[in-house]
């Protein structure tokens, strides 16, 4: 059901990105469409508009360790049952489900796509006046495996020039990188 759920999902999120947004080369909509159908993104739309952490069947294992929470099985549960809408109803129906519950995510994907790759413009940076790229390192990772919180620092010939923190190191990175943007590295 799973992989079922996820073709459905890539195929209408591409569907959508192709017809709102002609303008876009082909490289930016497959990275949106990336950035809609990745695990986060899932594991946030079954939370927050379907509720599947509490309609979830975990083994004890599961239950005791957080399973509710953790973002691989939130979003495996969201394909499924967006695979289930699809043998059941159709594609329309389907269809239908998947633009309700990415109401708004598109154009909130779009809009921060063509502002906020952080890390790309600050190497672009870097590169032009200093002659190095930068590199981030993880400085702290506090919380519990399924809700961790990781700051990040990104360096440039051995300076800190920006610090950011998120749910994940790759958010935690591109924050680093807007900071030491917006401080005018």
């Given at each position: 059901?799973?992989?079922?759920?996820?073709?459905?999902?890539?195929?209408?999120?591409a569907e959508k990105l192709y017809k709102d947004y002609p303008g876009l080369s082909e490289g930016d909509m497959t990275k949106l469409r990336s950035a809609l159908v990745r695990r986060e993104t899932?594991?946030?739309?079954a939370r927050h508009h379907l509720k599947l952490d509490g309609y979830?069947?975990?083994?004890?294992?599961?239950?005791t360790s957080g399973g509710r929470a953790k973002q691989s099985i939130l979003a495996d549960a969201l394909e499924a049952?967006?695979?289930?809408?699809?043998?059941?109803?159709?594609?329309?129906?389907?269809?239908?489900?998947?633009?309700?519950l990415y109401e708004g995510e598109v154009e909130k994907a779009v809009g921060a796509s063509l502002t906020a790759d952080f890390k790309s413009q600050l190497q672009e940076v870097t590169q032009s006046r200093y002659h190095e790229i930068p590199e981030y390192h993880v400085i702290s990772a506090?919380?519990?495996?399924?809700a961790k919180e990781f700051i990040v620092e990104v360096v440039v010939g051995g300076r800190v020039i920006g610090k950011g923190s998120g749910s994940s190191k790759r958010e935690a990175e591109k924050e680093a990188a807007k900071a030491a943007l917006d401080a005018g590295t």
């Open positions: 059901m799973e992989f079922l759920g996820d073709s459905m999902l890539s195929a209408v999120v899932l594991a946030r739309i979830l069947y975990l083994g004890h294992g599961e239950e049952v967006i695979g289930a809408v699809f043998l059941d109803q159709g594609f329309e129906a389907c269809r239908n489900l998947i633009l309700r506090k919380g519990p495996d399924h």
